[in-house]
C-alpha cells in the first residue's frame, strides 16, 4: 500500500512538472490542426452540396470527397513538417503531444477504412451516421490531454465544446444541415483553436 502511494505521488509529481513547464514551453501543433480543421471543414460543405444533389453527384461522392481531404490534409502534414521550424518542438511536452495527435489520426484512418469495408460488406452507408460524433469526441480527448499535459486551461473549454459538438452531431443525424454543422464545428474547434496556438507559439518564438 505505500509503495502504491509513492507511485501515485510520483505520477502526480509528473504531471504536475509536466504542466509547469507546459505553461512556459509553447505548443507546436497548432499549424496542423489549423490545416486539418480547415480542409476537413471546406470537405464537409462540399459534401452537404453534395448531398442535395447541388453538384450533380451520386450520394457515393460523399466518400470520396472525404478521402480527397484525408489525402490533401497529409500532404499538408508532410510539408509543414519538413518546411517549418518550430520552436520547442523537441521538447517532451511537444513531442508527447504530437504522439497524441498522430494517434488521433491513424485511428480516424482506421475507423474510415473500417466504415468502406462494412459497407462493402453489408451494402449500407449507415455505417456513417456515427462517424462525425466520433471524430468530434476524438478531438475532444486530444483537446482534453493538451489541456492536462500544458496546463492551458482555456482548452479544457475546447475539449468540452468538442464532446458537446459530438453529441449536437448525433442529434442533426437526419438533417440535411448535419454537414454543415460539422464543418463548422471542425473550423471552430479545430483550426480555430489550431491558429490561436499558432499565433501563442509565434509571438513567443
Known amino acids: 500500500m505505500i509503495q502504491d502511494n509513492h507511485s501515485l505521488q510520483q505520477d502526480i509529481s509528473f504531471l504536475r512538472a509536466l504542466a509547469e513547464a507546459g505553461q512556459h ?3 507546436t ?6 490545416a486539418g480543421g480547415l480542409i476537413f471543414g471546406v470537405a464537409s460543405a462540399v459534401a452537404w452540396a453534395a448531398s442535395l444533389h447541388l453538384l450533380g453527384l451520386g450520394q457515393d461522392a460523399i466518400i470520396w470527397i472525404y478521402g480527397v481531404a484525408m ?3 497529409c500532404a499538408c502534414i508532410f510539408i509543414l513538417a519538413r518546411t517549418t521550424s518550430f520552436t520547442g518542438a523537441a521538447s517532451f511536452m511537444n513531442q508527447a503531444m504530437a504522439q497524441v495527435w498522430q494517434s488521433i489520426g491513424w485511428c480516424i484512418l482506421t475507423v474510415f477504412l473500417a466504415g468502406l469495408l462494412i459497407m462493402w460488406r453489408c451494402q449500407t452507408t449507415l455505417v456513417w ?38 453529441l449536437l452531431s448525433a442529434i442533426f443525424i437526419n438533417s440535411p444541415y448535419l454537414f454543415l454543422l460539422y464543418g463548422g464545428l471542425l473550423v471552430l474547434l479545430l483550426a480555430v483553436p489550431g491558429g490561436v496556438l499558432m499565433r501563442k507559439h509565434n509571438a513567443t518564438a
Do not use: C, D, E, R
Not at 462517424?131 to 473549454?157: D, E, H, N, R
Open 29 to 34: 501543433f497548432g499549424p496542423f490542426l489549423l
Open 25 to 27: 514551453t509553447p505548443l
Open 71 to 73: 489525402a490533401v490534409h
Open 129 to 166: 451516421a456515427l462517424f462525425p460524433s466520433l471524430i468530434l469526441g476524438l478531438y475532444g480527448t486530444g483537446w482534453l490531454v493538451a489541456a492536462l499535459i500544458s496546463g492551458q486551461k482555456w482548452l479544457q473549454i475546447v475539449a468540452a465544446s468538442s464532446f458537446i459538438g459530438a
